[in-house]
């Protein structure tokens, strides 16, 4: 069985800036692709930011040069450092990640989600 966890959301102000941290467990062999989304009221779920195994990253216009992903290979963690936060960044954030089990059958996962609310 595999877990992700989120942590680091909650109130900021505009211009602001937050850390989320995803932390994997579980029966893992490897970790490939990770990243983060998000989820606003109304709206569909978009993909923020994606990191590969090898480091490779992607962000979603709306992000780019105010968020950056990296993670921790060794840790099994991905993080989301978000700066310079709009209203419209307002959201629920997920972490995914493409996960080989011990099992080798290779699935995605999602964490439970994180609030981030920017709000003056």
């Known amino acids: 069985q595999v877990q992700l966890v989120e942590s680091g959301g909650g109130l900021v102000q505009p211009g602001g800036s937050l850390r989320l941290s995803c932390a994997a467990s579980?029966?893992?062999?490897?970790?490939?692709?990770m990243g983060w989304y998000r989820q606003a009221p109304g709206k569909q779920r978009e993909l923020v930011a994606v990191?590969?195994?090898?480091?490779?990253?992607n962000y979603a216009d709306s992000v780019k040069g105010r968020f950056t992903i990296s993670r921790d290979n060794a840790k099994k963690m991905v993080y989301l450092q978000m700066n310079s936060l709009k209203s419209e960044d307002t959201a629920v954030y997920y972490c995914?990640?493409?996960?080989?089990?011990?099992?080798?059958?290779?699935?995605?996962?999602w964490g439970q989600g994180t609030q981030v609310t920017v709000s003056s």
């Open positions: 995914h990640a493409d996960i080989q089990t011990t099992t080798l059958i290779t699935l995605g996962y």
């Open positions: 579980g029966s893992i062999f490897r970790i490939n692709a």
């Open positions: 990191i590969t195994s090898g480091g490779s990253t």
